[in-house]
């Protein structure tokens, strides 16, 4: 059964920087993307980023566009998630999730969370002004 272990999650200062990593294992099968998504409390999942996988594309939200990258090309490395200048407004509970059944690659859409099968358990981004 797949799994997804989020880790690097942590406390920092506005302006600071930190990076994510994602382990996926036991994949069924082919890896179509790997995204990133935030919550916070009350609110829905919102998209970070994306990355088609085995692909060049990248994909970024308006709100971390220039300040975040992901980064991750194959099965055996973590997909990670460098988060630069950070803001308080980036504190959320931050999430790993794989597309393993192509509706991100089939549609043209990597933002919506319903197009991704698996998911990590989060881990908690705190950034302090």
């Known amino acids: 059964q797949e799994q997804l272990v989020e880790s690097g999650g942590g406390s920092v200062q506005a302006g600071g920087s930190l990076t994510l990593s994602c382990v996926f294992s036991g994949r069924p099968g082919s890896t179509y993307a790997m995204g990133w998504f935030r919550q916070v409390p009350g609110k829905e999942r919102e998209f970070v980023a994306a990355k088609e996988w085995g692909g060049e594309n990248s994909y970024y939200s308006d709100s971390v566009k220039g300040r975040f990258t992901i980064s991750g090309d194959n099965d055996k490395n973590p997909v990670y998630l460098r988060m630069n200048s950070l803001k308080p407004e980036d504190t959320a509970v931050y999430y790993c999730?794989?597309?393993?059944?192509?509706?991100?690659?089939?549609?043209?859409?990597?933002?919506?969370?319903?197009?991704?099968?698996?998911w990590g358990q989060g881990t908690q981004v705190t950034v302090s002004s």
């Open positions: 999730s794989a597309d393993v059944t192509g509706n991100t690659v089939y549609t043209g859409s990597y933002s919506r969370p319903s197009f991704y099968d698996a």
